[in-house]
């Protein structure tokens, strides 16, 4: 069964950075682009960043783009994301999953932004 697992959230004040993470288990990301999305509360979840498989090829949505970078080790099926400058408005879950072919959503990860 493939799991996404999202860390490294936590608390931070404006300005600060966080640099989440995310394994996979089974052959989710195999050949397929990945991607960051994060849903605050209230709100529908969005996409924040994606990556090709090859990692050669980002995008960001614009609202982080400048301050967000995402990354990916396919031999360790892991995607990360450094959040730099962050701010109030960026608090929310932060999950991660294919880039266009959902697969089950994990838990995410909580990011909270104090100003």
């Known amino acids: 069964q493939v799991q996404l697992v999202e860390s490294g959230g936590g608390l931070v004040q404006a300005g600060g950075s966080l640099r989440l993470s995310c394994a996979a288990s089974g052959r989710t990301f195999r050949g397929n682009a990945m991607a960051w999305f994060r849903q605050a509360p209230g709100k529908e979840r969005e996409f924040v960043a994606g990556?090709?498989?090859?990692?050669?090829?980002?995008s960001y949505a614009d609202t982080v783009k400048g301050r967000f970078i995402i990354s990916r080790d396919n031999a360790k099926n892991t995607v990360a994301l450094q959040m730099n400058s962050l701010k109030p408005e960026d608090t929310a879950v932060y999950y991660c999953n294919r880039q266009w072919v959902f697969l089950d959503w994990g838990q995410g990860t909580q990011v909270t932004v104090s100003s």
């Open positions: 990556i090709s498989w090859s990692g050669g090829v980002t």
